[in-house]
């Protein structure tokens, strides 16, 4: 399988004062198209750090970040905004709705966003909220909705724009256990059924069990790559 996102040493250092925080160390990793992969490590191992890296939000100060294909640790910002709208759908752990906006609108704003027109961006969100199981809450805001429902419309949003890639930054951390474990078998479901790349990070054992692989961070380096065989279905 082709890689969609392909890290070579990459390094990222923060400066707190006069403390250098060296957040990862020359990480290599390879993540093939159709993946669902876990990342885990303690807090300050350099999770959201790398997740951040891959999704654009910040830039290396060494290495190479290669998203389909294309060099994103080289591009401009603006041409960066292009590459989160029309490459990469996010899944975050207080679900970031917008609270005056109900589910149905929540979905669409990521296609209003790419200029996709209303009668198209209403029947994509009607079509990704059916496949999460809210067709009867479409209408609902936020506020009128429970915590792992809220986490679908986040994971129908995020798939809004046919994005190829997924990453979700603890995506179960606000749910309890059952509703969390509910939700990751609903998310890669749906990932399979639509063909996307997930990665995912999360504390919970329990949630990785559902990933293809499972790459543990310590002190801002891989530790271990661990293939586990997918438990659920």
Do not use: W
Request: with cysteine; glycine share 8%.
């Amino acid at each position: 399988m082709d890689a969609i996102v392909e890290l070579v040493n990459v390094t990222k250092t923060y400066i707190l004062g006069e403390i250098k925080i060296h957040a990862l160390r020359k990480i290599n990793i390879k993540i093939s198209r159709g993946e669902i992969v876990g990342i885990m490590g303690p807090s300050g191992s350099g999770k959201t750090t790398l997740l951040n890296l891959i999704g654009t939000l910040d830039k290396p100060d060494s290495g190479k970040i290669y998203l389909d294909g294309i060099d994103i640790s080289s591009l401009r910002e603006s041409e960066l905004i292009k590459i989160r709208r029309q490459k990469i759908g996010y899944i975050f752990q207080f679900y970031n709705l917008i609270p005056v906006l109900n589910a149905l609108e929540n979905v669409c704003l990521p296609m209003l966003l790419t200029g996709v027109d209303r009668r198209k961006r209403e029947r994509r969100a009607k079509e990704l909220l059916e496949l999460v199981g809210l067709k009867n809450r479409m209408l609902h805001k936020p506020d009128e909705l429970s915590g792992g429902e809220q986490q679908r419309v986040a994971i129908a949003r995020a798939l809004a724009n046919n994005p190829s890639l997924i990453l979700a930054d603890e995506p179960t951390g606000d749910l309890d256990e059952e509703t969390g474990i509910t939700v990751v078998k609903q998310m890669r479901k749906i990932i399979e059924q639509e063909k996307r790349t997930l990665i995912i990070v999360t504390h919970d054992p329990l949630i990785a069990k559902f990933t293809n692989r499972v790459l543990h961070l310590r002190d801002g380096q891989i530790i271990t790559s661990n293939n586990e065989k997918i438990i659920g279905k």
